[in-house]
């Protein structure tokens, strides 16, 4: 990215706690990833317990295919994944906006199947954080695929951020996600589409949701990385709070760092 677009990108994101960062991706290295994610999601490579289902079972009239797949820590379970660009890029991107002291905290598919009318409730990322005393962050959603209002792209609400954190509930998706107040028609509620292998930030207080792929008949594919200062994931480690890493290779991590 050009020195102008960093500023402007570093700008809104600070103003309005999300921003889009435009293409990340060309279409050959969207391709690429779109193969490995597709082993993951026929179960080619099988991702354990790392994998869930995000959605109720119960919104598909067929049952048979989850709703909303999430696959915690692909670049651990395929590190061929390292040798793709993505990574470097986003951890670049992360630096200018929150410190050069950023490391990849963890990374994560999220995928609504075809068909799926289950949301991604409204939720702050800070709700799930444990207690840290610096909460820079920055979670980057990378569209493999386009992602449009009715494939389920991201909604955010703008300068949310900075408002303290709602009270969060358990979702009626299953349990494992949280949700809070706030709706589509909140004041500064947009959605934001973007194209295949582009990507938008942001922060751990702003508020966001998407929709549904009721109506499509693809998949809506995407790759998010998350970025906060190297100490304090050492101090979220330190808590037990690891997105399902191993101790062995939560060890290999640190080594690595
Ligand atoms: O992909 C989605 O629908 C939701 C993603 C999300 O909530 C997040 O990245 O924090």
Redesign the pocket.
């Known amino acids: 990215m050009d020195t102008a677009l960093v500023t402007t990108v570093a700008d809104t994101f600070a103003r309005d706690g999300h921003a889009v960062v435009g293409q990340l991706l060309t279409s050959a290295e969207t391709a690429a990833y779109l193969a490995i994610y597709d082993r993951f999601l026929t179960g080619e490579i099988d991702a354990g317990d790392r994998r869930a289902d995000l959605g109720d079972g119960a919104a598909r009239s067929d049952g048979a295919v989850e709703n909303?797949t999430q696959i915690m820590w692909p670049s651990v379970l395929c590190p061929e994944l390292l040798d793709l660009p993505l990574h470097d890029r986003a951890l670049a991107v992360a630096r200018n906006l929150i410190g050069q002291d950023a490391e990849l905290d963890f990374d994560m598919l999220?995928n609504?199947a075809p068909g799926t009318v289950t949301v991604?409730p409204w939720?702050q990322?800070a709700a799930y954080w444990v207690k840290l005393p610096d909460r820079r962050a920055v979670?980057m959603?990378v569209a493999l695929d386009e992602a449009v209002l009715d494939n389920?792209c991201?909604w955010y609400v703008t300068g949310s951020h900075s408002m303290p954190l709602r009270p969060h509930r358990p979702s009626g998706n299953g349990g494992r996600a949280l949700e809070c107040d706030c709706s589509e028609d909140e004041p500064g509620a947009i959605s934001v589409p973007l194209a295949a292998g582009s990507a938008a930030v942001h922060a751990g207080g702003t508020l966001?949701y998407?929709r549904g792929n009721a109506t499509s008949d693809r998949q809506r594919r995407?790759y998010?990385l998350n970025f906060r200062p190297a100490a304090m994931i050492a101090m979220e480690r330190e808590q037990g709070m690891d997105h399902g890493l191993t101790d062995n290779e939560c060890k290999v991590r640190n080594t690595d760092a």
């Open positions: 909303i999220i609504k991604t939720h990322d979670s959603w389920g991201m966001h998407s995407a998010i």
